[in-house]
């Protein structure tokens, strides 16, 4: 069985790619109905619809509230038949209705091994901070920023000399391997948020 999914991006959607290449590969357990971006100029709708993904944009501007621009995301992820939902560079907040919705599927991918790191600026906070592991972490999406239980994490080390950018783009290397490995996961049932799987989350060492 094929779980339908949808990605949420705001930007490049580099990600998002590697999703949908990843459930291109024969067996995969998920495949993608929808790539939905709230921002109209984002790079990675042109990227989805090269590879014969539907696409849909919720311009987050053209609504008067936040509550308001969920309920149309929410219906826009029904509409599309998506049983899971991924963010992928999506650059909105999401408000606790759509998630609890959503709850145990919904999935985020964040460029810190959290909880260290939240929010943004995370390579150059964590050269800043001096620590020597720097990484990726796969979580389920609940009401905080950055928070809800992880489903899988990959380190990678930092270097000497390392700058935002050479670290950047280390950690999205190790990105593009762990948050297809994690759809896998919860798409074949691996990894869930509840009782009632075996919950082996996948790891990788950088
Ligand atoms: C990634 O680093 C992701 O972890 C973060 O935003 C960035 C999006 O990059 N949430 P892309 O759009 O997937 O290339």
């Known amino acids: 069985m094929s779980v339908p999914v949808a990605i949420l991006i705001s930007g490049r959607g ?3 790619l590697s999703l949908v290449k990843a459930c291109k590969a024969p067996n995969f357990p998920a495949h993608i109905v929808q790539v939905i971006s709230n921002r109209p ?5 042109e990227a989805a619809r090269a590879h014969g993904i ?3 944009i919720i311009d ?9 621009f969920d309920q149309a995301l929410g219906e826009a992820l029904d509409q599309a038949g998506a049983r899971i939902a991924c963010l992928a560079g999506f650059m909105r907040l999401l408000g606790p209705q759509l998630v609890s919705a959503w709850h145990g599927r919904m999935i985020n991918i964040h460029p810190s091994l959290l909880p ?5 600026d995370t390579h150059e906070r964590a ?18 920023m950055d928070e809800g239980p992880v489903i899988g ?7 000497p000399g390392d700058t935002p950018q050479t670290l ?3 950690v999205l290397a190790a990105e593009h391997r762990l948050y297809p490995a994690c759809l896998r996961a919860l798409a074949q049932g691996d990894v869930c948020l509840d009782s009632g799987c075996t919950t082996t989350a996948p790891r990788e060492q950088g």
């Not at 100029?41 to 709708?45: E, K, N, T, Y």
């Open 14 to 16: 580099s990600n998002m």
């Open 41 to 45: 100029q984002a790079q990675g709708l």
């Open 54 to 56: 539907d696409t849909r």
């Open 60 to 68: 987050h501007t053209l609504f008067a509230s936040r509550p308001a």
């Open 116 to 120: 260290a790191f939240k929010g943004l």
């Open 127 to 144: 050269l800043k901070a001096g620590v020597r592991q720097h990484g990726c972490t796969v979580h389920f999406v609940s009401a905080g």
């Open 153 to 159: 994490q990959s380190a990678v080390p930092v270097l």
């Open 168 to 170: 950047g783009k280390r």
